[in-house]
């Protein structure tokens, strides 16, 4: 039987996965079809459609260790299977940061407004740039693959110990997993300082944008002024949910190693559904064609309700245009 607490959990995380499934799984078709139809693709589509497919498989490997976790408290006795799903899941969140990492330098690129030599250099190779950002976070990749491999190695050995040195091995295993730890943590800090970096070049543009168009006693509303701000938006929603996102999988993890078998850990874990799940929403919003798609399939899905209940009296307002 489980548990209320255990119901509640499995009930959050079924939810926060569908809400990210829903949200990843349409900005990829959309960008597919799009893709196809058109028989070319540009950077930000591409990245866009990695960043979708890394995020739905991030959420499978989320969804499955949450019902492991809420169905068999003894998941991780299982070396294994507990091995598996954390190399696959260090893989998929790997990838899903490093895509939105290259997204956020793709609004710097693309949008800010700089004459430095250096920066332009960078906006004409665009695409090797987004390509050698990608290609140097797999060393990071290895990196992490090494550690894990270590420390799951030490942790192989527990049934093989005599009672004797068990306790001195488990005390040396502990302190090996808290350094681990620390230095997987350092993985987190280059797309942090790589998308903090891009929002304040961008924010730094916008001013600079602002401050020419006051000199030539123009209006601040122009079309580059409101793709900063856009900018600006897209890259601070990205950091602030990467931000909460890497302090809850570090909680999550400490929890883990002082209460692995505390119910209060598996709830701040539920905090890791945020960033794959809320991220792909503000993507949408952001996003005028995705926006607009998101809008034409929910006229479509009124105009269907219409015409099973034509006496519904809780009509949907959409802009003329989807009329």
Request: glycine content about 2%; overall charge positive.
């Amino acid at each position: 039987m489980l548990a209320g607490l255990d119901i509640i959990f499995l009930t959050l995380s079924t939810a926060e996965f569908i809400i990210g499934m829903l949200g990843n799984a349409f900005i990829g078709l959309v960008n597919c079809s799009e893709w196809v139809k058109n028989r070319k693709i540009s950077l930000a589509d591409f990245i866009l459609i990695c960043l979708a497919i890394s995020r739905i498989a991030q959420l499978l490997v989320s969804l499955f260790e949450s019902f492991m976790m809420g169905l068999s408290p003894l998941f991780f006795s299982n070396y294994k299977l507990a091995k598996s799903i954390t190399l696959l899941w260090r893989i998929t969140h790997h990838l899903a940061t490093w895509f939105s990492t290259c997204l956020s330098i793709f609004y710097l690129l693309k949008i800010a407004q700089f004459s430095h030599s250096l920066f332009l250099w960078l906006r004409w190779r665009m695409n090797r740039v987004v390509l050698a950002i990608l290609v140097f976070s797999l060393f990071f990749l290895l990196f992490d693959f090494l550690m894990l491999e270590t420390f799951n190695d030490l942790f192989s050995n527990v049934d093989a110990m005599d009672e004797s040195n068990l306790t001195l091995y488990i005390n040396e295993s502990k302190t090996f997993y808290v350094k681990t730890l620390i230095l997987l943590s350092f993985s987190y800090f280059i797309p942090i300082i790589l998308s903090l970096t891009s929002l304040l070049l961008l924010f730094l543009s916008l001013v600079k944008h602002i401050r020419n168009l006051q000199l030539n006693s123009m209006g601040s509303r122009d079309s580059s002024t409101q793709a900063h701000k856009k900018a600006v938006k897209m890259v601070m929603s990205f950091l602030f949910l990467f931000t909460v996102h890497f302090f809850s999988i570090q909680l999550s993890n400490w929890m883990f190693f002082l209460f692995w078998n505390k119910k209060i850990t598996k709830f701040i874990m539920l905090a890791v559904y945020v960033f794959p799940s809320s991220h792909s929403l503000i993507l949408i919003l952001g996003n005028s064609k995705l926006r607009q798609t998101a809008l034409k399939v929910l006229w479509h899905l009124k105009s269907s309700l219409k015409r099973e209940k034509p006496n519904s009296s809780l009509p949907i307002d959409f802009p003329e245009s989807f009329q």
